[in-house]
């Protein structure tokens, strides 16, 4: 097997998928792109060719469920490998919609799998999350604990999992990394790329920058009685541009073997809401205003990774900190005070 050159970006639109194309780029792959933007814009794709410097590649706007669509570019193109990065990605809307978030994570995988395989195509790199653990409880969990996902997004991303290890497990030519990411957040150095979510941004981050700004009037914190420090839900926040690298790594290691491995990003160390908030105002130079609501369902206590595992088979470990991200996503928000629909903003010697 031959390390993969031409890269099919699913979701290459969104967050992560607009940073992976850039590190890609910058990598020498070639890229073809496909998203509906359901949760993105095509504007964003300017700006990765201004910051890579080159032609983005071929961008197709479909939907990966339109397998007739997705076949043809298969069809088009000679596709090496492809990483997967469209789904639908909110915890709380999966609890109001769980079959629009099981068409699409789950339908959208099986559809994508399934052309693959037409085209002889058996290389994947899938998203997968650090949600499909559930309530696993206090302390760092590496990639043995059991699935116990609590809501609709996390089982739709679970049995992909389950999907995709079947698969393996019978089709000796596939080879999946399953990248189990705890929490993205921040954006591209440049401020040019940052999170950019249609309507109300369900992750902290992108909803503390609205806040920062002004375009919302405080944050809600979920839940201050989850047995936690000081109340509030502890995650581990990981830097987009040390997700991304993972990914480019990982593409190097496609070729080590076949079969699923599956690896948890994280940067092993807990924030909670609270200390996410603090590290935030920080970066603004001002206190966000917040209040305290009820929990949301679906939500749990803790999930911080145990991620020694990918450590010790790449050689690969994160760089950057909290308060890199919440630095990276301010300047992000306060020169792209409207996301990607306005022009960007000069920076100035004040941000
Ligand atoms: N951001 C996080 O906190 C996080 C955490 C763990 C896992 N993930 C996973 O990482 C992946 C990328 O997340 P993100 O934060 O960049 O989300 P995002 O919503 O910014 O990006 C997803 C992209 O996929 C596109 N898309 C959705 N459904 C599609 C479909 N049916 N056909 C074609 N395109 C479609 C969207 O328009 C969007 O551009 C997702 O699979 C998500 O579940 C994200």
């Known amino acids: 097997m031959s390390a993969p050159s031409t890269i099919l970006v699913t979701g290459g639109a969104g967050f992560i998928g607009s940073h992976a194309c850039v590190e890609l780029l910058d990598h020498g792959y070639e890229l073809i792109v496909v998203d509906d933007y359901s949760n993105s814009r095509p504007q964003v794709f300017a700006r990765v060719e201004r910051i890579a410097g080159r032609f983005l590649g071929t961008v197709y706007e479909l939907d990966i469920r339109d397998r007739r669509a997705l076949s043809a570019v298969f069809d088009r193109h000679s596709v090496d490998a492809v ?71 996390a089982a739709s991303k679970a049995i992909c999992e389950q999907i995709l290890a079947d698969v393996c497990r019978r089709r000796p030519e596939y080879t999946v990394l399953c990248l189990r990411y705890f929490n993205p957040a921040g954006a591209h150095p440049s401020s040019l790329l940052g999170e950019d979510p249609s309507g109300s941004p369900e992750n902290l981050l992108p909803n503390l920058a609205q806040v920062a700004i002004g375009r919302r009037e405080r944050l809600r914190v979920f839940g201050d009685d989850y047995p936690t420090a000081d109340g509030t839900a502890v995650r581990d926040y990981l830097h987009v541009m040390d ?36 590290s935030f105002s920080d970066a603004c130079g001002r206190p966000v205003p917040y209040e305290i609501v009820a929990r949301r369902p679906g939500d749990v206590a803790e999930l911080v990774a145990d991620a020694s595992a990918v450590a010790r088979a790449w050689g690969w470990r994160p760089s950057r900190d909290l308060a890199d991200m919440c630095r990276d996503a301010w300047r992000f928000q306060q ?6 629909t ?8 004040k941000d």
Do not use: W
């Open 83 to 153: 990483v997967h990065f469209a789904a639908h990605k909110a915890v709380g809307t999966s609890t109001r919609m769980p079959i629009d978030y099981y068409d699409t994570n789950v339908g959208g995988t099986t559809a994508l799998l399934n052309t693959m395989h037409e085209h002889g195509v058996h290389q994947l790199v899938f998203s997968s999350s650090c949600s499909v653990y559930g309530d696993a409880g206090h302390g760092p969990l590496d990639e043995s604990t059991p699935a116990r996902p609590t809501n609709p997004y």
């Open 342 to 349: 306005g022009s960007p903003r000069r920076a100035s010697a």
């Open 243 to 278: 997700t991304v690298e993972a990914h480019r790594v990982a593409l190097d290691h496609l070729a080590d073997g076949t079969g699923m491995r599956v690896y948890n990003l994280g940067i092993g160390k807990g924030s909670s809401v609270l200390d996410v908030i603090a």
């Open 335 to 340: 020169l792209n005070p409207h996301g990607y």
